[in-house]
């Protein structure tokens, strides 16, 4: 079994009892930490997610926090006599994978949130058609009081100046 989780801006692959080099993550080491943003999930089936599967968890515990390899950045113009030489160690968290699973939602609960939709949505509609009512009636007020502007009038344009063109004889040999 494994997944394809987005974990601080990556996407891992992972399975269970697989440790993992990510960016630093703010818990502390040895505290548990859950990821709910699952790509892809394979347990005998793979589904993909639409961005991603509802109701999966990933859950890991925090091992240690390091840094990594040092990495040379050096840049250079040639012929110009610059040269810059920087060293960079990214802040990285080991975590652990200890649990992939998917929650299916309580019957109950799924009901409950399908009957508040359809309460909500006639009055959301009567909502809407009082406000499209409310600007027809403003903007018919202030077409009435607001006097018509003159328009500008177009102004004719000139013709460009054409510029003699001079012809340089060179001396022939």
Partial sequence: MYAIVEIA??????????????????????????????LLLDDGKVTIGAP???????????LSHLKGDKVIVFKKKR??????????RQYLSEIQIE???TKAPAKKAAAKTEE?????????????AEKKAAPKKATSATKKAAPKKAEPKATAKKPAAKKAAVKKESPKK
């Fill in 9 to 38: 801006g990556q996407q891992f692959k992972v399975a269970k009892d697989q440790k993992v080099f990510v960016h630093r993550l703010v818990e502390k080491e040895g505290s548990k930490v859950s990821f709910d943003k699952v």
């Fill in 52 to 62: 991603v599967i509802k109701n999966a968890v990933i859950t890991a515990k925090v």
């Fill in 79 to 88: 012929r110009k006599g610059y040269q810059k030489k920087n060293g960079h």
């Fill in 99 to 101: 649990n992939i699973s």
């Fill in 116 to 128: 508040a939709k359809t309460e909500s949505k006639p009055v959301a509609k009567k909502e809407t």
